[in-house]
């Protein structure tokens, strides 16, 4: 890369444990040549299994959670302090939240929604959330939760206005290459948000990038990703990825590693 400066990508929501059997090992060397250096797994149906999944570049985190597709098959007590498996403390809730694609009760996903948003309340976590047709009751919800620790709506591809509105209460918005398919709606999103509350995420094994060469999405395209938002926000893309990458360390309140990093100067913003 030009000028010896080195980016470094967090890719915030990475099913790891869903990609094909035997390819996660493969799938983590190649994100780990593309500079990836933290994961988070979300829970779609309780903790994910991410124990044998390792690597020794890459720190892999993960979230506890339902997702609302997954409530009917589930199994989860609402009645535990800490209902997640692990011994470890989850760095988030989620995926969670409310999708109008589904056969499931819009009433029941809301009272699995809001139990895991009052969850992560209790714990002072932050919630990742699932949200397809439902925006402004979403909106609600986290309105009446104010939540301390925030929220991210993942793989945003709603309208500039409701992202607006999403971080107005605290929220971030996390990008994927599902944003990339209209981009002048990307356009007029990066301008109703500021680059503090945008991350970044590949939602692997889907949404692959059009020209991805893999059958499957993986973190290794984070990069590509973060190329054409930045083209279209008109910053550097190394500007962009220190930007989403320091929002997501600090979201998530994670410590830093000791890792030699060259740091590039950080416009504040598009």
Not at 148 to 158: C, K, L, P, Q, R
Not at 200 to 224: G, I
């Amino acid at each position: 890369m030009a000028g010896g400066s080195i980016m470094r990508w967090f890719d915030t929501h990475c099913h790891l444990n869903l990609l094909p059997a035997g390819s996660a090992t493969e799938a983590l060397r190649k994100a780990d040549l593309a500079g990836v250096d933290k994961i988070l797994v979300p829970g779609i149906a309780g903790s994910p299994p991410i124990s044998e999944i390792a690597s020794e570049n890459i720190e892999i985190f993960y979230a506890w959670g339902i997702h609302p597709g997954f409530i009917d098959s589930a199994k989860f007590d609402f009645t535990a302090a800490a209902p997640w498996q692990s011994a470890s403390r989850p760095i988030a809730i989620g995926e969670c939240g409310l999708d109008r694609r589904l056969h499931i009760s819009i009433e029941k996903q809301v009272m699995v929604f809001v139990r895991q948003v009052e969850l992560a309340k209790l714990h002072n976590l932050p919630v990742i959330v699932h949200q397809v047709g439902y925006p402004a009751r979403t909106l609600q919800i986290l309105k009446s939760a104010a939540l301390e620790a925030g929220f991210v709506i993942h793989s945003y591809s709603g309208s500039p206005e409701m992202a607006a509105e999403f971080v107005a209460i605290g929220g971030k918005i996390s990008l994927s290459a599902a944003c990339l398919r209209k981009p002048e709606k990307l356009q007029r999103l990066l301008a109703a948000v500021p680059l503090s509350a945008l991350l970044l995420e590949t939602d692997s094994p889907d949404m692959r990038l059009p020209d991805w060469p893999e059958k499957h999405n993986e973190p290794a395209a984070l990069p590509e990703i973060a190329a054409a938002v930045a083209r279209i926000c008109g910053l550097s893309v190394e500007n962009l990825a220190e930007v989403v990458y320091t929002n997501a360390v600090q979201f998530f309140k994670l410590p830093e590693r000791d890792k030699q990093w060259t740091i590039v100067f950080i416009e504040p913003d598009c």
